[in-house]
């Protein structure tokens, strides 16, 4: 009987033990599922020869063959022979590769991550509801749709993508839908809007205005005038100043008085990583070796593994192109063909504003605009949340756009404001792929502009050259038409005066066109000087990376691809230069003990330069900070209630430079009155304790990698699957922009010519499974700071000593 009751209990005990491994537990994935040796991770894991060398592929819906050949870095090279076979294939072999990544990506973008990982998501997906990223989606997928060759693009790439997703298996889904036991679902055009809406909250989703109103309405208008000017007093704008215009500037709109006005009187009481930016520069065919133009990009964003771009060749009649694509969006939209090479960086325009909204009462029906009460659009938005009953919240529209927040609550991010309505150029429907997929088949300059016509969000710097010996920068997107300051401030939702009144032409862009000085470059600055007529921002990247590039450029002659490579790597710190001599001079040595006079003695010896083994850059970077803080946090720091922001680097280097008995020195919380120097040497004492508790006496273990300590995280931060502590120079700020998380994302230079010849590198690889070889093959050439020769093939039976593979896809 004994054993029947022990045999019983053991059966019991597997049963529950079988279910608890089978079923997740909160946050905890099934791990049976997960670690069985027939469908978990292991089948994940792929031997060096388990790639096909040769395979034929039937695939439903292609209308003709397809050749694909594969290099030694699993870069794909797509020969179709149109335009709907060309994007299916694209499509099919992403998803191959990084179908998690870009599923994941658009379940952000969608507010739809509680379906996947529960309710600790749930308020990131109501952010992101209610900042319209679906509603601009839908828009744009409108307008895409209604191109009929864009519809066939988008189509395809869709088809291609679920045909992949149809050949799966639990057993061999990636390895991120069985750690957290879900599963893919079927892929739609909207999903692909979704993704480049995603990008464009990225790149333009933060906003200031809040800050802003808060020190107006805290210090008043001569404050603001003199510590947050509209223009910096060091600059290098990405159009030089006294360019040609080939414009005739429309009428802007009136500052409203209600706006001056206001200015003198009390403001409301009530973003992505800053650091993010990027690096393009062309040469022209006079100041190159090669009499042809060269021309470089390298777009600076967070450090993730699966990277964020994925390599690709496509051809087919009328386009042979090659770059980098987002994961999720067909086309090329980082590469050169045959004639033309092209790049981006973010513009950081001011192209969100928020509108101060009079509801009529509590229920909020109807808000005050125009002399008129006008009706509130509900829109109901169902989460399905994992493990927990749907949830169900109402966003509010009115014409400005949505209330991002409608009550009293704690918001996402501490810079969006209570019951204001949100107006963002992400929110307009326009044709990003359009002009990608005119780009990927540019000759020349005309068919490089028109293509810019139709892209509308983020903006971005497309920079220019070709085979004809033209090289260009546009500064481009749809930039609202607004009256100078419109946007700096939270606008006043109830007078039709503060609306938005229309585009600035995209003729009227900034853009230069081969300038005399033989380059053109761009570094997140101000798009144009003080002498551009119109108002697209206030507020862009420091100058410093801006005028690093410049200045080299400005003395290269016989440029190569090597001078430009040597250029992507440059680890000069700008900021470094003109603030360093003035902090040291601060700073009487004698006053300081043995051991931080050697840190003083070590920061006098630096050249500047921010090299992995490079100790000062360790000192500078909290030295310099830490004294920014003592300057400005006693009267700029932010509380929860009143978010601040503090005086941009400009405005601070020309307080210490020229400032020093700046009122905004003293701290206001102390009984005394602190001086700029007594400030210069505290801070520089908190550097060097710092970096002491942390690493001991002054050493080589300061070495500025250490500090920095640059790191590479899977995704979804997944524990083991990301490369921790990468040792590498650079700096944000730096022209080498690799900080602790962002960086570098895709390095390219393309040398044009009768044939061109185009190096890259991104810090990934092109595969999204761990298990592969190809995850992470390209991170070692990142980190040195080399390039790969980028593998151009003429034709599908081009002999090439790094093709190693070969695929036939047939319909069905």
């Known amino acids: 009987m004994l054993l029947y009751i022990r045999a019983l209990l053991l059966l019991a005990l597997t049963g529950v033990l079988t279910w608890v491994l089978n079923t997740k537990q909160g946050d905890i994935p099934p791990m049976g599922k997960f670690l069985s040796p027939y469908q978990g991770f292991w089948r994940n894991a792929e031997a060096p020869n388990d790639f096909p060398v040769s395979q034929t592929l039937r695939l439903p819906g292609l209308q003709q063959p397809v050749q694909v050949r594969f290099d030694d870095r699993h870069v794909p090279h797509v020969f179709a022979q149109n335009d709907h076979d060309l994007y299916y294939t694209q499509g099919y072999l992403t998803a191959h590769d990084r179908l998690w990544q870009m599923e994941f990506q658009t379940h952000v ?71 957290l036991n879900y599963a893919p679902e079927p892929w739609q055009p909207l999903k692909s809007a979704l993704l480049l809406k995603f990008m464009t909250f990225d790149l333009s989703g933060r906003s200031d205005d809040l800050r802003m109103s808060n020190i107006l309405g805290k210090f008043g208008p001569e404050v603001v005038k003199d510590l947050f000017p509209d223009y910096p007093q060091r600059e290098d704008p990405i159009v030089p100043v006294g360019a040609p215009r080939d414009f005739t500037p429309v009428a802007v709109p009136e500052t409203p008085a209600s706006f001056r006005a206001a200015q003198s009187g ?15 520069f062309a040469v022209s065919g006079a100041k190159s070796a090669t009499g042809f133009p060269i021309l470089a990009n390298d777009p600076h964003l967070q450090l993730n593994l699966p990277s ?9 009649p009328g386009v042979n192109v090659y770059g980098v694509t987002i994961p999720g969006a067909p086309t090329i939209i980082i590469g050169f063909n045959q004639q033309v ?54 966003v509010l529209y009115t014409h400005h ?60 710097n497309f920079i220019f050259a070709s085979t004809q010996q033209d090289i260009a920068i546009w500064p481009n997107g749809r930039f609202p038409l607004k009256w100078r300051n419109q946007g700096k401030f939270v606008l006043d939702g109830t007078d039709p005066a503060y609306d938005w009144k229309g585009w600035i032409p995209q003729a009227h862009n900034p853009h230069v066109k081969n300038p005399a000085r033989g380059f053109v470059s761009s570094a997140n600055q101000f798009s144009a000087g003080p002498e551009y007529p119109y108002y697209i921002g206030w507020d862009f990247a420091p100058w410093d990376r801006g005028h690093r590039i410049n200045e080299r450029l400005t003395r290269m002659t016989q440029v190569t691809v090597d001078s430009l490579r040597l250029l992507q790597n440059d680890d000069v710190g700008v900021n470094a230069r003109t603030i360093l001599p003035r902090l040291l001079a601060l700073v009487q040595p004698q006053q300081l003990p043995a051991a931080q006079r050697r840190v003083y003695e070590e920061l006098s010896r630096w050249n500047y330069r921010y090299a992995a083994n490079a100790i000062s850059p360790s000192i500078f970077e909290l030295w310099y900070p830490n004294l920014v803080k003592r300057i400005w946090d006693d009267e700029f720091g932010s509380t929860p209630e009143r978010p601040l922001r503090y005086p941009s680097r400009d405005r601070t280097t020309t307080l210490l ?22 400030l210069a040497l505290e801070s520089l004492q908190w550097a060097a304790d710092s970096l002491t508790r942390k690493f001991g006496p002054l050493g080589p273990e300061w070495r500025w990698a250490n500090q920095k300590s640059t790191d590479i ?22 022209v080498n922009a690799t900080s602790q998380r962002n960086g570098p994302s895709w390095r390219m230079v393309v040398a044009l010519g009768p044939q061109p010849k ?28 080399k390039l790969d020769e980028l593998v151009y093939l003429a034709s599908p039976n081009q002999q090439h000593p790094r093709v190693h593979a070969a695929w036939m896809l047939q319909g069905k």
């Open 341 to 394: 090479a092209w790049g981006v960086t973010n513009v950081g325009a001011d192209v969100l504003d928020w509108y101060q909204l009079k509801f009529r009462d509590a229920s909020k029906r109807e808000y005050w605009h125009d002399g008129r009460w006008k009706p509130v659009r509900r829109q109901l938005e169902t989460f399905h949340v994992r493990g927990r009953p749907d949830r169900v919240d109402t």
């Open 657 to 678: 430079l020229k400032e020093p008995t700046s009122r905004w020195i003293d701290d206001q919380r102390t009984p005394e009155t602190e001086t700029l120097e007594q």
């Open 401 to 460: 756009g949505p209330v991002v927040y409608d009550h009293d609550e704690k918001p996402f991010l501490a810079e969006t404001p209570i019951r204001h309505a949100l107006r963002w150029t992400a929110h307009e429907g326009g044709n990003e792929v359009l002009t990608f997929y005119r780009l990927n088949r540019a000759r020349n300059y005309q068919d490089y502009t028109t293509a810019l016509r139709s892209y509308a969000s983020p903006a971005q």
């Open 109 to 179: 973008a969608a507010g739809r991550l509680s379906e996947i990982v529960g309710e600790s998501r749930l308020e990131t997906d109501r952010f992101f509801r209610r900042m319209g990223l679906k509603h601009g989606a839908e828009q744009s997928l409108r307008v895409m749709m209604a191109d009929p060759t864009i519809k066939v693009v988008l189509e395809s790439y869709s088809d291609g993508v679920n045909a992949y997703i149809q050949s799966l298996t639990p057993r061999t889904y990636p390895f991120e839908y069985k750690l």
């Open 713 to 734: 995280l899977h995704l979804a931060q997944l524990p083991g699957f990301g490369r921790m502590d990468i040792d590498c120079g650079g700096g944000a700020g730096i």
């Open 758 to 785: 185009a190096y890259g590198v991104f810090p990934g690889g092109e595969s999204g499974n761990p298990g592969s070889r190809f995850y992470d093959d390209m991170i070692e050439t990142w980190r040195v700071g």
């Open 266 to 280: 009390k403001v409301p009481q009530q973003e992505p990583d800053a650091e993010l930016g990027s690096n393009n």
């Open 308 to 316: 964020i771009w994925y390599q690709m060749q496509l051809v087919a």
